[in-house]
């Protein structure tokens, strides 16, 4: 069981910026990609930034520029730092973790945290 809590949604003014964090807990061996997916009422769930260990990061086009993910290994911990928000950027954002459970294998298995609300108004 891994848990994943994310603090720091809100309610923001358009051209604010706000700041998730969510930090994994649990037994596992590693914790191999950390990101944020987010979801708007009526719209799919889709992929906002993630980050490998090593520090390769992805992020969709829509926050490029806007958008930092940040991770702190030792404390299983991704931010994501929101920068010039948009109203269209109002959505639940949720926190994933792909993990391994032991080092003799690669399988992946991802976790997902309860999600944080962020409003933007115009």
């Known amino acids: 069981q891994v848990q994943l809590v994310e603090s720091g949604g809100g309610l923001v003014q358009a051209r604010g910026s706000l700041r998730l964090s969510c930090a994994a807990s649990g037994r596992f061996f590693s914790i191999n990609v950390m990101g944020w997916y987010r979801q708007a009422p009526g719209k799919q769930r889709e992929l906002v930034a993630d980050m490998v260990s090593g520090g390769r990061t992805n992020y969709a086009e829509f926050v490029k520029d806007r958008f930092t993910i940040s991770r702190v290994n030792a404390n299983n911990t991704v931010y994501l730092q929101m920068n010039c928000l948009k109203p269209e950027d109002t959505a639940v954002y949720y926190c994933?973790?792909?993990?391994?459970?032991?080092?003799?294998?690669?399988?992946?298995?991802?976790?997902w945290g309860q999600g944080t609300q962020v409003t933007v108004s115009s």
């Open positions: 994933y973790a792909a993990v391994r459970y032991s080092v003799d294998s690669s399988t992946q298995y991802r976790w």
